[in-house]
């Protein structure tokens, strides 16, 4: 089968062993499935993210924070069977959710995983670059959007991450992960059990793209609609992308832009947050 998940529509039957766009094989690899206590509050709780992280992307953006697994196949071969039981067992040590990170490249064996429900909310934690079939192929499964919208810009999305189209296909993808899922929803005790929460990460000279990501999200979402976090993360890797961290003026000049607009609903990061603090060993923690 020819594979169309992701808009890069690279076409490759990664079923007979052809390697595509992404270089993923046809069964997912899971390097970890653990507690993850740094996703934002409303994610995290009190008992931590379910956190399955996936190796390979879609996207291969050249600053990424977990490039050891995004850009190496690495981790335990499961097929749906076996991932629906890393899946449950993760739900039985008491976390708040399933938190799917980086799944695109594997969404076929996923969602035949989940074809029952497992008894906690679904995370779909991506970088926004999705197939609306796709989307819809989930529909129902999933609980919760977690998608970036990394780009308002043609150029820095060429440039960082080789897909030009991103903001329209973001676009539209995110816009539909609403209409599936309508307005957030918190429980009584501020966890977010439905909805579409938005990131969008500052990165360091591109401020004018950061303030169109924020006009995208003003334009698009309304109060109460969805919701959007402000990061401040980025950490240069010596591999490509800015060769310095973000400044902490920067990132305010974002966030009153923020405010200018009106945004409320949300999430602000500390503007010293250094990418190294939020990335766990991918040592098969919970696959093996």
């Excluded at 989940?114 to 499964?141: A, F, H």
């Amino acid at each position: 089968m020819k594979c169309f998940l992701c808009p890069r529509g690279c076409g490759a039957d990664r079923e007979a062993g052809e390697l595509g766009w992404c270089r993923c094989p046809a069964l997912p690899h899971a390097a970890r499935a653990a507690r993850h206590d740094w996703e934002e509050p409303c994610i995290s709780g009190t008992r931590g993210s379910g956190a399955v992280f996936f190796s390979g992307c879609n996207l291969g953006c050249v600053y990424c924070q977990n490039r050891e697994i995004s850009r190496e196949i690495l981790g335990k071969e499961l097929d749906a069977a076996g991932l629906r039981s890393v899946f449950l067992r993760l739900r039985d040590t008491g976390v708040h959710n399933l938190n799917l990170v980086t799944p695109t490249p594997y969404a076929r064996v996923i969602a035949e995983a989940l074809e029952q429900p497992i008894g906690i909310p679904v995370v779909w934690n991506c970088g926004g670059y999705e197939s609306i079939d796709t989307l819809r192929m989930l529909e129902g499964k999933v609980d919760i959007w977690l998608p970036d919208m990394k780009y308002a810009e043609e150029e820095p999305a060429r440039v960082l991450s080789a897909a030009p189209d991103y903001y329209v296909r973001a676009d539209e993808a995110i816009r539909e992960m609403y209409r599936q899922t309508g307005p957030y929803v918190l429980d009584g005790d501020g966890l977010l059990t439905r909805g579409v929460l938005v990131r969008h990460l500052v990165l360091p000279g591109y401020l004018s793209n950061s303030k169109g990501v924020l006009e995208w999200f003003s334009d698009t979402f309304g109060r109460g609609k969805a919701l959007l976090s402000l990061m401040a993360q980025y950490t240069p890797n010596g591999l490509g992308g800015p060769d310095r961290a973000l400044r902490e003026e920067e990132y305010g000049e974002v966030r009153d832009y923020l405010y200018m607009l009106g945004i409320r609903d949300g999430f602000l990061q500390e503007p010293k947050a250094s990418a190294g603090t939020y990335v766990p060993a991918f040592d098969g923690t919970g696959v093996e």
